[in-house]
């Protein structure tokens, strides 16, 4: 699997939305770009995920670069219950998620 | 659904204890994963079962861990004897396997704490 960069921690107001970007310089073409999230204490929760086009759910939207080294999840609205901590995994058609360090989000009031 | 459902929540023991860790996939979903989380080491996958069968156990860490799954809707995890080193969150978690891309969804954890 491909690595990904994340930066450690961000912040964002609520209300706002909050742009979270991942760098997967060496992903491969049959490598789709999963988004995750994990709330203190609970599960991982699933976000979006893509390959090449653009997403978008009732969660977030996910942009993804034209030469797919990089992406950007975006959570248009941020609220406090979105301080989380976020992993982009970049996954093959195989089974494996390899969690990374993940960015912190905080959401201010 | 309920989702993917994890007993017992919360588990203390001492150290040479057996400890058995369980878990629910969510209904119609034939795979299943056990992840560990610790501060040290962050979310790892343990073992991978589809269709009841175990693909891959790579990340079993010693032969003091095993897992097993009966049936489509149960699946244990087992550590005999538990070392403090073993204290860690445990998760499950279930797909649908067969779809381009399987999106894993997770059970609630374990607490594991070994005296």
């Known amino acids: 699997d491909a690595k990904t960069t994340q930066p450690p921690s961000m912040d964002c107001a609520e209300g706002r939305a909050a742009n979270l970007p991942c760098n997967h310089s060496t992903i491969s073409g049959n490598e789709y770009v999963y988004w995750y999230r994990q709330i203190h204490s609970q599960g991982p929760q699933y976000i979006i995920h893509g390959l090449k086009n653009n997403e978008t759910n009732e969660m977030a939207s996910l942009i993804i670069t034209e030469d797919r080294k990089s992406s950007t999840l975006i959570l248009p609205h941020a609220t406090l219950r979105d301080t989380a901590v976020y992993y982009c995994?970049?996954?093959?058609?195989?089974?494996?998620?390899?969690f990374g360090s993940g960015t912190r989000l905080l959401v201010r009031p | 659904d309920a989702g993917v459902i994890q007993s017992p929540r919360h588990e203390v023991t001492e150290m040479g204890q057996e400890v058995t860790l369980r878990c629910k996939p969510i209904s119609g979903h034939n795979s299943l994963f056990w992840y560990r989380q610790t501060m040290m080491r962050g979310l790892e996958l343990l073992i991978y079962f589809n269709n009841n069968v175990p693909i891959d156990d790579s990340g079993m860490p010693e032969d003091r861990f095993s897992a097993k799954m009966p049936n489509a809707s149960f699946s244990t995890l087992k550590i005999q004897p538990s070392e403090p080193r073993d204290s860690a969150v445990y998760f499950c978690?279930?797909?649908?396997?067969?779809?381009?891309?399987?999106?894993?969804?997770f059970g609630p954890g374990t607490r594991l704490t070994v005296l």
């Open positions: 995994i970049a996954m093959d058609s195989s089974y494996k998620l390899i």
């Open positions: 978690a279930s797909s649908s396997s067969g779809e381009t891309t399987d999106t894993q969804y």
